[in-house]
Structures are given as C-alpha cells and as structure tokens.
C-alpha cells in the first residue's frame, strides 16, 4: 500500500480560482479572509430554515461564531472555500461555502457543504468539492467523511455524482459518507465531464450569435473596426448586428449607436475593437448589458510586454467577474458558417463545410482560410485566439466535439497553457474528429542548460511530439502539409494499414514517391502474383510491374482507370499514390476523371498526384511527397485508433511523505540543487525503484574494506554531488579486481568515493524524468552509459504512464531493439523495465521540485535490472497557479 504521510512543510497558498457551472457561467473560489464576516452571516441568513436544519443538522442561531472557523483557514488542520457568482451589476456575491476540518486520524477530514437555495441545481456544490478535495490531498488527506441527514437528498447526490470512489453507513439517523481522494480514473472522467458541459455552454454566445454589436465600428473606410462590421454585413450574417462609434454614426446602410447600452435589444457577442486603453471600459459597458461572449481584436496587451499584461489581467478578471468569456485579445476575430458569421478580416465569407479552425496567429490563419478556400476546403467555423487570455484551442476542442457541423479540426499553436489537460481532451475528441496540428517555437533557443542525459535529451520538439502521439494529434510540419492533409481527410476514407501501391506513367517520378514514402511510415510492399499477373495483361511488355508500377508515358485515362481496381483488390495494399505527368496521349483532367472512376466503391484510399500546371482545376495533389505526407499521417491516425486507451497502474511500495521531507529538507537552504548520493539513493528508495548496493568511503582504507565486503570486482566512482558527467571527468573506474587498482582509482579521484560491486552481462539503458516548463512531467527511456547523448534516441512521453506508454517506450527506436535482444543477445526483462518507468513517473508527477532525474546507465538482464548511477536535481516549483481551472 503507498504511505501518504502529512507533511509539516509550509503548504502552498490557495490562489483564487474559477470554475464553469453546467450553464456556462463562471465561479469563483477562493479561501475566506476577516473581511468576509458581514457577506458570510448575510449568506447563511438567507438560507431557507430547511437548509439551516439541513447544514447545522437543527436549529442554530447565525452570528459570528457560525462564520468564524472558515476564517481559520491553514489548509492543514482546516480548509475553506466561498464560492461566489456575479451579482445583478457585476460584483461579485458568495453563493455557497465548503470546509473540511481534520480529524484525529490524520489522513481523514470531516467535510460540509451550504449552497445559497436559489443556486440549488447548478453543479455549485461538487465544483467545490472537486477543489476543496484537491486542496486537502496537498495536504496529506486522503479521505472526507461528511455527516448527511438522509432527507438531504441533494447532498448525497453532490457526494455520488463527484466520481469519488464512495460508502455509506447509517447510524442514530445520520448516513456517514466516506470519499476517497485518490485521482481515480471514474472521478478524473466525471470532472471533464463536467468541464465539457460548462465549457460548450460557455462557447455557444460565439457560435450560435442571434445579434452582435461591433464597438469601434468606424464609418471611415480602411479602419479595424469599420472594415469589420462590413465583413458582418456582406456575410449576410442571420441576426441583428449593431454598429457602435463614439458619435453613433451608421456604418454600411445600419444606423449607429453611440453605447452599447442604447442598443433596442440586448446582445449575445461584443466585438471591441478601440485602443488598448479604452478596452477595458468598453467591455465594461458590454457586460453590464449582460453580454456573455466578448471578442477583442485591438491589440497592446500581453503582447506587449508587463504593461500589456497588466491590462490583459485586469480585462480577464472583469470578464470573469459577470460570468463571461473571452476570445483575445490581439486576434483577427470569429467566423461560422452556421449562423453566416464572419467577424474577421477574411476577404470574404468563409465558404460553408465541415472543418473548423483556430489559429494563435491571426494573419496566419487568414492566409491558411484564403489557401483552404483555393483547394475547395470548407469551414465550419474560423476562431483567432490571439493572446488566448481566456478561450483557448482546449476550450474550441470542447466545443467541436459535439458540433455536428464539424468533421475535423485544424489547429495552429505557438503556446500550451494546460498541456496536461490538451492531451487528455484531444485525445477524447480524436476518437471521433481528426485533430490536425502545427506548432510553431519549438527552438529551446535561450532555455537553460541542461546538466543530466535525460534534460539534454529531452528538446521540447520532442515533447511536442510525445503529447500529440499520446493525444492522437497529427502533426503537420508545415502548412502545406496541414492542408494536404486536411483535403485527404475531407475527402478519403483511412487506410487499414500503411502499405501503398504507386501507380505511375514516369519511373523517376515513382522513384521519388517511393522515397517519400519511406520518409513518411509508409511501406511499399511486393505486389501478390495474381495482382502482377492480370496486370501484365493491361500492360505495355515493357512496363514495370513491381512496386512502383510504371505504365510508361504511353499510359492513356484508360490505363489508369483499369489498373487501379486491380491494385485495390490486392489485400497486401493499403492505399494507392497514382501520379501522372500528362503526354501528349492524355490529359490531366481525363486522367483524374478516369482514377475517380477506377476508385469508385473503394474503401481504400486512392490519392491522384498530377504534375501539371492546371492540376489545381483538375484536382488531386501538388507533387509525391505531398500526397505521402498526407496519406502518412492517416495512416498514424489508423495506428492510434486501434491503439488500447491503457490503464495506469497501481504501485505498490511509494511513500510519498517520505519523498516529500527529503526533498524538503535539500531545498531548506538552496532554491537549486544537485542531492548528495545518500540523499538521492533515499530519495529514490522510496519509490521502490532498483538500485545497485554501494558503500560510501571517505579514505583509501575504507575504500579497500567497502571492496572486500562487496567482492571483487567492484567499481569507484566519486561521491561528488550530480553536476559534471562522471565519465567525462574521470570521476568513475569500472572492472577494479584486486586491492592496488582500487588504492589507484581512490587515489586518482580524490574526496570520498562510492564503491560498488562491477554489474555486467546486461544491455545498458537509459531512465529518467524532467519537468518540462511547458508539459509538466515527462519520462525519458533510451540506450544508455556513454553514448546516450550520442545516439540521440532517448523517447518521451508525459506522465504518469499508462500501460501502453510504457510498453511502446521499452519496445521502440534503438532501444527498443536492445531490449528485444540484440544480435542474439537475451532478452531483458520488459516487466522490470516498465516498472521502472512507471515509478519515475509517479515520483516526477507526485513532487515537481524534482527538475532533472537521471538513471543511466540501468544494466538491464533477463533476470530484472538495476540503476548503477543516479543524479537528481531538485529545485523550489513555481507558486504560480492558474485561475482557471478547465
């Protein structure tokens, strides 16, 4: 069983925080303080008498005393949480409050909940259990036990419905119901259930607009917000939309309106654009009118610099004070298809179809919208998220799930504000809707350097593509890319596997298709002999019939339109790349028309390449490597889809508490750095991973005698604190077999010294974990000892590992090869291995102050393994904390 013992550190303060109610709106958390008195008796006086009775269990008189134990706030021996709502003109109201109170058995809190009687039904009371059990886990609780009358029918239904695991007893005509806190799966999945909700409740002002009001809509032609509002109007945009100006002047034929508070008819969307400096009172203005969906194009906040972020903090925290959200600021705008919406600077109205958009980069995305539009690609809805202070590509994805407009998802990133929470969204929503990718600023450019294997090894470009794997995203590299593969999936059916068949009437085009191909996971495999037979009918003598299949140039529309079929019946082909380069005895247009009729029926995907300048008109794909990058990653996404979901598996042998002291008790003085090899062997030990036996040494006798206990042969390696490399320094000596090649090792490295016993006859890997400043956690695995930096293979992937994780980390790239038993070598044992990985992922996700974790090398056997050198470097986490939660 893992130990979880309280820790007596200082815990970290309890930030305010936001959560999104089913219906949309926006609650906000946060511990109660002295000044809280007045509004907190006002609260519970205003409770019903049968919410009293319920709350207090009888009669109670409301005074001071009742409010006062939520002031005493520690988040060790009690923890409180006021939850509070906008009120009628913005300020904000508490509406319910929850506290736990902590026990005599340590590990346990008894736990109590009081919701204002009109904001019954909301989800008010599980959002503040969903954070007020996450603040007491911090603080060593592993169990609330809350005391219910059994006719408080919607308390017990707030305790059932939170996804904890749960159990009743009924004694002297009170029900105890005792939670568990532990992250079970069924909770995790209950809380992004509720997310989904709210967030999609959220969104729906955007998308589903019946009026919108432009502040800032200018008459004068060529102005951000004039030019706009004309957008609005020439889309034919199906509500009303208002334009507003400093002296209500009509913009387009539509009379203008000097407030938003003037307008007939109140209003869904708010599109501001004036001056960074009159954003904020803009706004203002909107969301006392009771607008819930605000979209600001103006630019000069965050992206400016301490200043921009200030005002972008002060317009995020209004927003969210009336309940609202917010798409930017410094973004293009907001387009669907739905509701003839487009509030962007899109040259035109965004052509109706199934895939939706959004882009970090507002010119970006308009160039991508103008190319889409060229290939015929249509769009459900386009959002520029800008500087995403609020809305974010997380939230769109929320949103597109259940749009049943949209079939696939295009999403430009610069940045990831909750990675953690982007994997396990995607990868919910790809199981459905193909989510398609590019990110940009993967340099590390600037980053600090890295000490250990597993940090050097560890780019950021890597973790990209450990979080979009494990998401199910498929990247693309670059924006051709992202369309090529946007066309394939609006248009194509996935293939069942990753072997192709080309087709072509040029052999040095088939050449470079086939390179391509390799270059994009994709196999051309021998064509069966019945599939080379009857094409030797079809075919000129002189044509190859192996894979590639060259028709040669003298190939008519007729060629291709009878050997296609003949290619898709080979049950060894996944998907055909046909490629043409007119002759004078065709034409393009006559052999596209001929492929589609040839593929007709096929549940196979078949992707036309023509080299020809009017291959736009005659449709299919620019050149080889664009239809092989494209067709690559459908065959990945084929790949993730039968991919198992995985499981994380329960450790035994973890104390958490114990690991959290020593890291404590290290970071007492110094912010940052290196732990002594005591200190990381017990740091280690905690979470039951391998180590190899070792003896500290202070002298050459001890050193001499440590040997002896251990047996010859041994190894001698400096006691010195993480840092340098050891091999690189001279600070290690392996194979010592007798008394004088140890005095010299001791004597060559100076300073205490580490003995341990020489382990060989195993293959040498790699394990670690770092906090990466943009993904969290991340478990390195790879070939190991001195050329893991060399070979450059170490894999990523985020923690904590499922199953599969594991399994795909052990048994792929070079070390994967390793492990399988390389040249004849024995097997090492996967089993252990994967326990390893689990463990290190537990511990780097369990205590983020550990910043850089190396095990290499781990000699690995088929009788298990052992880590023979571990560094750890800890340093103090950030205290910064989010508001938002989802």
């Known amino acids: ?238 509500g009303a939309a208002y ?286 002999e019945a599939t080379r037979l009857v094409l030797r009918r079809l075919a000129p003598v002189e044509a190859s019939l192996s894979n590639p299949v060259d028709l040669l140039g003298s190939a008519t529309a007729e060629s291709y339109e009878l050997a296609l079929p003949v290619l898709l019946a080979d049950a060894g082909i996944d998907a055909v790349i046909a490629l043409f380069v007119p002759p004078i005895v065709a034409t393009a247009e006559d052999v596209v028309a001929a492929i589609g009729r040839g593929s007709a029926g096929s549940e196979k995907p078949v992707l036309p390449v023509v080299m020809s300048a009017g291959r736009t008109s005659a449709g299919g794909y620019a050149y080889p490597e664009s239809a092989a990058r494209a067709l690559g990653l459908a065959a990945r996404r084929a790949a993730w889809l039968r991919r198992p979901a995985g499981e994380v598996p329960t450790l035994d042998r973890i104390d958490r508490g114990a690991a959290k002291s020593i890291i404590d008790a290290a970071l007492a003085t110094e912010d940052d750095r290196w732990l002594e090899p005591a200190q990381v062997r017990e740091l280690l030990s905690t979470y039951g991973l391998p180590l190899v036996q070792e003896r500290y040494a202070t002298n050459r006798d001890e050193a001499l005698f440590a040997a002896g206990e251990l047996g010859y042969p041994v190894v001698v390696k400096t006691a010195a604190a993480g840092g340098a490399h050891k091999t690189e320094t001279g600070g290690v000596h392996v194979d010592l077999r007798d008394e004088a090649s140890v005095s010299a090792a001791v004597e060559r490295i100076g300073g205490p010294v580490l003995v341990q016993p020489h382990v060989n006859g195993g293959v040498e890997l790699l394990a670690g974990a770092i906090q990466d400043p943009v993904f969290g956690p991340l478990v390195a695995f790879g070939p190991g000892g001195v050329f893991a930096e060399l070979f450059g293979s170490a894999r990523l992937a985020l923690a904590p590992l499922s199953d599969v994780d594991a399994e795909e980390l052990v048994s792929s790239g070079k070390a994967g090869r390793l492990v399988a038993g390389w040249r004849g070598a024995a097997p090492p044992d996967k089993a252990a291995l994967t326990d390893v990985l689990h463990r290190l992922g537990r511990l780097a996700e369990d205590h983020p102050e550990i910043s850089e974790l190396d095990l290499n090398p781990i000699i690995a056997s088929a009788s298990g393994c052992v880590a023979v050198d571990a560094r750890v470097r800890v340093r103090t986490a950030s205290g910064g904390q989010l508001l938002k939660t989802w």
């Open 243 to 528: 334009p507003v100006n400093r002296n209500g002047e009509p913009v387009g034929g539509v009379g203008g309106y000097t407030s938003i508070a003037d307008l007939p008819a109140p209003v869904d969307l708010a599109v501001i654009c004036v001056p960074a400096h009159r954003v904020v009172d803009a706004t203002r203005e909107a969301l006392e009118t009771g607008v819930k969906a605000i979209c600001v194009i103006s630019a000069g906040f965050a992206e400016t610099g301490a200043e921009g972020a200030t005002l972008q903090d002060e317009l995020l925290a209004l927003v969210r004070a009336h309940g609202a959200r917010l798409v930017g600021p410094n973004c293009l705008g907001i387009a669907a298809t739905s509701a003839r919406l487009n509030a962007t600077f899109a040259r035109r109205a965004l052509p109706a179809g199934r895939v939706a958009f959004s882009s970090q980069s507002g010119a970006l995305g308009l160039a991508v919208l103008e190319e889409a539009d060229a290939r015929g690609l249509g769009l459900s809805s386009f959002v520029s998220i800008g500087n995403k202070a609020d809305v974010s590509s997380n939230d769109l994805l929320e949103y597109w799930e259940d749009d049943k407009d949209t079939d696939l998802i295009l999403l430009y990133l610069e940045s990831f504000g909750n990675p953690r929470k982007f994997a396990r969204v995607a990868g919910r929503v790809a199981r459905s809707k193909p989510i398609l990718a590019m990110r940009s600023g993967t340099s590390r450019a600037g980053a600090r350097a890295a000490s250990s294997h597993t940090a050097a090894l560890a780019e950021s470009d890597a973790a990209v593509e450990a979080l979009f794997w494990e998401a199910g995203v498929l990247r693309a590299r670059t924006l051709e890319e992202l369309l090529d593969a946007a066309v394939f999936f609006s248009s194509q059916p996935l293939p069942r596997g990753n072997r192709v068949a080309v087709l072509t009437n040029a052999g040095g085009l088939g050449i470079l298709c086939a390179d391509a191909c390799d270059g994009a996971w994709l196999e051309l495999p021998s064509l069966s």
């Open 1 to 238: 069983m893992e130990s979880k013992t309280p820790t007596s550190a200082p815990l970290p303060a309890v930030h305010p925080e936001d959560v999104l109610l089913r219906d949309g709106s926006t609650l906000r958390l946060r511990p109660p303080h002295a000044g809280d008195v007045a509004a907190l008796i006002s609260f519970f006086e205003a409770l019903s008498p049968d919410s009293r009775y319920l709350r207090f269990h009888g009669a109670t008189l409301i005074d001071q005393g009742t409010v006062a134990g939520a002031l005493e706030t520690d988040w060790r021996s009690r923890g409180s949480l006021v939850a509070e709502l906008a009120g009628a003109v913005g300020g904000l109201r508490p509406v319910a409050l929850a506290t736990y109170v902590r026990l005599h058995d340590p590990a346990r809190a008894e736990v109590a909940f009081a919701v204002a009687d009109e904001m019954h039904g909301r989800g008010i009371g599980t959002r503040l259990l969903e954070r007020l059990a996450a603040h007491a886990s911090a603080s060593g609780i592993d169990q609330f036990v809350a005391e219910v009358l059994p006719q408080n029918v919607a308390m017990l239904r707030v305790l059932a419905d939170a996804g904890f695991k749960t159990s009743r007893t009924l004694e002297a005509g009170v029900i105890e119901v005792l939670l568990e806190l532990g992250e079970e799966r069924d909770y995790e999945q209950q809380r992004d259930r509720r997310d989904h909700v709210g967030v999609t409740a959220s969104l729906l002002p955007f998308f589903a607009a019946k009026s919108l009001a432009v502040i800032g809509a200018s008459p004068r032609r060529g102005t951000v917000g004039g030019e706009l509002f004309r957008n609005v109007l020439h889309a034919d945009f199906t």
